[in-house]
C-alpha cells in the first residue's frame, strides 16, 4: 500500500500533474500546485461535475461567491464556535496530532486486519469464494469488524462530549503510540480552530478580522434570497458552486488529500421541510449514479452513516473511496435542516423565506447539502488509473487508464518518422483535431516508446501517421486500453475520439 502510494506521488510529479508549492523554496506544507496536465484532469472533473449539476437539471444554478466574506458570516455559520479539531501533543517527541484521527487510524488498522483474511480465503477458495458469506460467518473477521466499529463509536461518543478527555483515554485504552517515536506520553486533548485568518484595511487599528472561507457553502446560503429572486426559482431548486476553500489542518498529510488550500464542489439543494429524508435519499442515489458513471469500479466505494452528526445536520453519510491508504471520505451528503438560512436570517435581520405558492405561506426552507472535495476527487480518479500491466510477452507498461472524458490530452498524433512530408501531414491532423479536443504532438524517440510515453501520461488514443497515409489518406489508430490498432481515414478520426469522450 504504502509503496503504491508513493508510486501515485512520483507518478503525478514525472507527468506533470502534481507539483508541491514553492518547490524550489522546499515546498509548503500541504499545499500543491496542479502541472499542465493536473490542470487539464482538474479542470474536467469539474466540467463533468458542473455539466451533471447544473446542464442537466433545470432547477440547478451555478454561483460564484467570494472567497472573503462578511467576518458575521463565520459566527452566524457557527465556524467561529464549532469549527475546531481535538488536538492532542506528544509530550517526546513535540509532535502534535488529530486526536480522532489517531483513533480512526488505529481502527482502519484493524480493518486492514480483516481485509487481509478476505484477500487470503479469496486465493484459497478461487472462484467458488463467496465474499459476504465469509464475512458474516468467519469468526476472525467478525470479532475484527465489531473491534473496528466498537472504537468508532466511542470516538464518536467521545468527541460529541463537551470534555475531550474521553478521546485522550481512549487513546490511552488503545495504548496508541506517537506514529513518530512510538512513546505513549500525551498532553490533554485541546480545541483548535481550523479557519485561516486574515486583514481587511491598512492601519492596524482601524482593520477589520477575516476569515478565508473553510467551505463554500456559506456563500450560497447568503445569496439564497438573490439567486431565488432573479433566477424565479421554486422549491425544490438548487444552487452549484465550485471554489477554494481553505483550513488550518493540525494533521497535513496523505497528498492532495488533505490540504490546507483546496477546491470543493458543492451543492445545496433548498426543499420543502418535512421532505427533506426524501431528497436526502434522493441526491445519495444520484451522486452513486454520477461516480458510477466515470467506471473506476464499484467496489471502490462504499457509503458511511454518520452516527455523530455536525451541530447543524439531522443526518450525513459520507461516499468514502478506496484511495492508496484505504477507505476514507470523499463526498458529504447532509441534511442541513433549516439551521444556516435561520442563522443568517437571525444575524443579519433579513428575511430567507420562500413563499410557496401550492402552499400559500412562507416558510424557511431545509437543506440538502452534497460536498465533494476536488482535489479528493482528483487523488481518487488519478491512484485507482494507474495501473502497472504485465503484457503477453512478458514485458510491464504502466498505464494511467483516466476515464476518456477526463484525460487531459484525447489524442497524440506521431509522424512515423521525421521526414518525407509525414510530420506536416501530423500537424495537419493536430490542427485539425483541437478545434475540439486537447491534442498533442509528438515526434521524438521510437514510436513504442511514444506509445508508453502517453500510456503513462493517460492519453486515450494515439494516432500515427506513415508513409501509406500519403497515398491512402489513412493512419493507425491506437487504443490506450486495449492497444488495439486499425486503420482508419483522416476524416474518420474526430467521430471516433467523440465518441468516447462525450458526456
Ligand atoms: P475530513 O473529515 O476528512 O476532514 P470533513 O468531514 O471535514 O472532512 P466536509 O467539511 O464535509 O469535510 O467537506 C466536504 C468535502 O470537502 C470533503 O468530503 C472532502 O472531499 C473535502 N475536503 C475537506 N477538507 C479537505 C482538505 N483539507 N483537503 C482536501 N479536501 C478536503
Not at 523554496?25 to 463533468?48: F, R
Not at 486465493?123 to 476472525?140: I, L, M
Not at 501531414?425 to 506509445?451: C, M, S
Amino acid at each position: 500500500q504504502q509503496d503504491t502510494f508513493k508510486q501515485v506521488i512520483s507518478h503525478a510529479k514525472e507527468y506533470g500533474y502534481i507539483f508541491s508549492s514553492s518547490e524550489i523554496y522546499d515546498g509548503l506544507s500541504a499545499v500543491y500546485d496542479y502541472g499542465p496536465n493536473g490542470a487539464e484532469l482538474k479542470k474536467n472533473i469539474k466540467d463533468y461535475w458542473w455539466k451533471s449539476m447544473v446542464q442537466m437539471h433545470q432547477n440547478i444554478v451555478g454561483l460564484d461567491a467570494a472567497i472573503l466574506m462578511h467576518p458575521t458570516t463565520w459566527a452566524a455559520s457557527g465556524h467561529l464556535d464549532a469549527f475546531n479539531d481535538p488536538l492532542i501533543d506528544n509530550k517526546d517527541s513535540k509532535k502534535r496530532y488529530r486526536a480522532d484521527v489517531l483513533v480512526e487510524d488505529h481502527a482502519e488498522k484493524i480493518n486492514q486486519k480483516a481485509q487481509k483474511e478476505i484477500k487470503k480465503a479469496r486465493k484459497r477458495f478461487g472462484d467458488k469464494f463467496d465474499e459476504e458469506e465469509f464475512v458474516s460467518t468467519n469468526p476472525r473477521v467478525l470479532r475484527y469488524k465489531k473491534e473496528e466499529k466498537e472504537i468508532l463509536e466511542r470516538l464518536a461518543k467521545s468527541l460529541t462530549n463537551e470534555d475531550l478527555q474521553d478521546v485522550k483515554a481512549l487513546i490511552e485504552e488503545l495504548e496508541i503510540a506517537c506514529p513518530a517515536s512510538g512513546s505513549k506520553n500525551w498532553t490533554d486533548v485541546k480545541q483548535f480552530n481550523l479557519m485561516f485568518g486574515t486583514k481587511l484595511g491598512a492601519s492596524s487599528d482601524s482593520a477589520t478580522d477575516l476569515f478565508l472561507r473553510p467551505e463554500t457553502a456559506q456563500g450560497i446560503f447568503v445569496n439564497f434570497a438573490n439567486v431565488q429572486k432573479t433566477g424565479r426559482m421554486k422549491i425544490p431548486f438548487g444552487i452549484a458552486q465550485i471554489g477554494k476553500a481553505f483550513r488550518n489542518e493540525i494533521v497535513a498529510r496523505q497528498f492532495i488529500f488533505r490540504q490546507r488550500e483546496f477546491e470543493q464542489m458543492e451543492m445545496q439543494f433548498f426543499v420543502r421541510p418535512g421532505e427533506e429524508f426524501k431528497w436526502f435519499d434522493h441526491w445519495k442515489e444520484t451522486r452513486q449514479k454520477w461516480h458510477a458513471s466515470l467506471g473506476l469500479g464499484e467496489d471502490k466505494y462504499r457509503f458511511h452513516d454518520h452516527e455523530k452528526m455536525a451541530h447543524y445536520a439531522n443526518a450525513a453519510t459520507d461516499i468514502e473511496f478506496d484511495f492508496p491508504f484505504g477507505f476514507k471520505e470523499l463526498e458529504g451528503i447532509h441534511s442541513r435542516t433549516d439551521f444556516d438560512l435561520k442563522a443568517h436570517e437571525e444575524h443579519s435581520g433579513k428575511r430567507l423565506q420562500f413563499f410557496d405558492p401550492e402552499m400559500n405561506k412562507n416558510y424557511t426552507p431545509y437543506v440538502i447539502e452534497t460536498s465533494i472535495g476536488l482535489d479528493r476527487m482528483f487523488l481518487a480518479v488519478f491512484s485507482s488509473s494507474l495501473q502497472e500491466e504485465t503484457l503477453e510477452d512478458g514485458n510491464t507498461r504502466t498505464v494511467l487508464k483516466l476515464p476518456a472524458i477526463l484525460a487531459p490530452y484525447k489524442a497524440a498524433v506521431f509522424p512515423l518518422l521525421k521526414k518525407d512530408g509525414l510530420p506536416e501531414i501530423a500537424q495537419e491532423i493536430v490542427e485539425e483535431l483541437q478545434w475540439d479536443f486537447n491534442v498533442i504532438y509528438d515526434e521524438k524517440d521510437a514510436v513504442g516508446r511514444r506509445y508508453r510515453r502517453q500510456d503513462a501520461a493517460g492519453t486515450p488514443f494515439c494516432i500515427t501517421v506513415d508513409h501509406d497515409t500519403k497515398e491512402d489518406k489513412k493512419v493507425t489508430i491506437r487504443h490506450r486500453d486495449t492497444m488495439e490498432q486499425k486503420r482508419v481515414a483522416i476524416t474518420e478520426l474526430k467521430a471516433i475520439i467523440k465518441k468516447e469522450i462525450d458526456f
